[in-house]
C-alpha cells in the first residue's frame, strides 16, 4: 500500500507523523493532551486534524463515524512513567495505563497495522504481556523491535521499543538504512549567532568544570567538545562531537564547549540544533511556548527518521 491513512495517539508535536508523511502515509488525525504540542502539530502538518483532550474522554465510535477507516494506527502513549525511578505510586500507574487506549482505539478503528513507540522500559511494565495479549486477541501478528535511531540515519544514539502489528501476516525484521553514524557536529551552529559564556568562571558548578576538565585530558586543548550539563551521565559527562549525540531527554542537558583565543567558552545546546539532532528538518517550526517547553516537546518526541524507516518497511 502507498499512501495508507492513519491516525498518530499521543501524537506530541509531531514527529511520528512527521516520519510517516515523509513515508508516504496520509495524516488523518493527530491525538494529544498538551495544547503548545498541538500547536507545533498544526504549523507543520496544518492539513492534518488535531484532536486535544485525554483520549479516555474521547467517544472512539463517534471519531470513527467523523474521520472514517484508516489503514495504520501509531502511538507513544505516555513513557516517563514506565522507568524504575517513577516507582509506583498509583498517578504513574494511571499514566502506565495509557497504553490501552490503543487498544479501545484499535477496536472500532481496526487498522491493517499498528506501530507503538516507547523506551525499552515499558517491557518491565507488569502489565506489559497483558497489554501485547489484549491486541493479540484482536488477531494481529506481533514482533517486539529495539531500534536505535543512529542506524537510521540519525545524529543522535537513541534506543526505542517498536511494538509491530500486521492483521494479514507476521511483520518482517525493521532493518537500518543509515550507511554511517552522524555525529554531533553534523548540526551544531559553529558561529557566533548563539552567546558564549567562559567555562571557568567563579559561578560554575565544580562537577561541570570536572567534566570539562576530563574532556581536556583526553582530547588536548584544541578541540571542540560537549559536557552533560544537567543530570546524571555514566561515561564521565562528556562526548566528543565526531559521534552521534547521546539520548536528547526532557531537560536541557548538553552544552558545547569550544576553544577561543580567551580560553575556553561554553554555550547550552539551542532548541533548533536539537530539533535537527532528532532528525526533523530545518523548516519543521517549533517556536511556541517557552524554551523549556521546546526542550521538553523534543526530548518527548519519535525520530521522524526513524518512524519513515518502520512505517515504509512494515507496510511495504
Known amino acids: 500500500m502507498h499512501n495508507p491513512k492513519l491516525i498518530d495517539l499521543f501524537c506530541g508535536a509531531g514527529g511520528s507523523s512527521w516520519g510517516a508523511y515523509s513515508a ?3 495524516i488523518v488525525a493527530g491525538f494529544d493532551l498538551w ?3 498541538g500547536n507545533v502539530y498544526k504549523d507543520n502538518l496544518g492539513k492534518t486534524k488535531f484532536i486535544p483532550g485525554r483520549l479516555e474522554d474521547h467517544d472512539v465510535a463517534q471519531l470513527y463515524r467523523k474521520l472514517g477507516p484508516v489503514d495504520l494506527l501509531l502511538a507513544s502513549p505516555e513513557c516517563t512513567n514506565h522507568s524504575p525511578a517513577k516507582g509506583n505510586l498509583p498517578r504513574c500507574e494511571r499514566s502506565r495505563e495509557t497504553a490501552f487506549q490503543v487498544t479501545r482505539f484499535a477496536k472500532v478503528f481496526d487498522p491493517q ?3 507503538i513507540e516507547n523506551v525499552i522500559g515499558m517491557i518491565r511494565w507488569p502489565r506489559y504481556q497483558e497489554f501485547i495479549r489484549s491486541l493479540l486477541e484482536l488477531g494481529y501478528y506481533f514482533r517486539e523491535e529495539r531500534l536505535n535511531a543512529a542506524d537510521f540515519g540519525v545524529a543522535q544514539s537513541r534506543r526505542r521499543l517498536f511494538l509491530l502489528f500486521n492483521r494479514e501476516k507476521s511483520p518482517h525484521e525493521i532493518k537500518p538504512n ?3 553514524h552522524i555525529p554531533v557536529s553534523s548540526f551544531l551552529r559553529r558561529d557566533d549567532a548563539y552567546q558564549y559564556s567562559p567555562l571557568r568562571t567563579t559561578r560554575r558548578a565544580k562537577a561541570t568544570i570536572e567534566r570539562a576538565d576530563r574532556a581536556i585530558n583526553a582530547l588536548g586543548d584544541k578541540q571542540d567538545f560537549l559536557i552533560v550539563y544537567y543530570g546524571s551521565d555514566k561515561a564521565g559527562g562528556w562526548q566528543g562531537i565526531d559521534k552521534p549525540l547521546r539520548t536528547i531527554t526532557t531537560l536541557d542537558r548538553f552544552a558545547l564547549v569550544r576553544t577561543s583565543p580567551q580560553g575556553h567558552r561554553m554555550r547550552m545546546l539551542q532548541p533548533e540544533e536539537l530539533k535537527l539532532a532528532m532528525s526533523w528538518p530545518e523548516s519543521f517550526r517549533i517556536q511556541h511556548g517557552t524554551r ?5 516537546r523534543i526530548g518527548n518526541a519519535v525520530c521522524p527518521k526513524v518512524m519513515q524507516a518502520v ?3 512494515l507496510v511495504s
Do not use: L
Open 292 to 296: 523549556r517547553d521546546r526542550i521538553r
Open 311 to 313: 512505517v515504509s518497511q
Open 24 to 26: 508516504g502515509a496520509e
Open 178 to 180: 543509515g550507511k554511517q
Open 113 to 115: 497495522w499498528i506501530i
Open 35 to 37: 495544547d503548545t504540542a
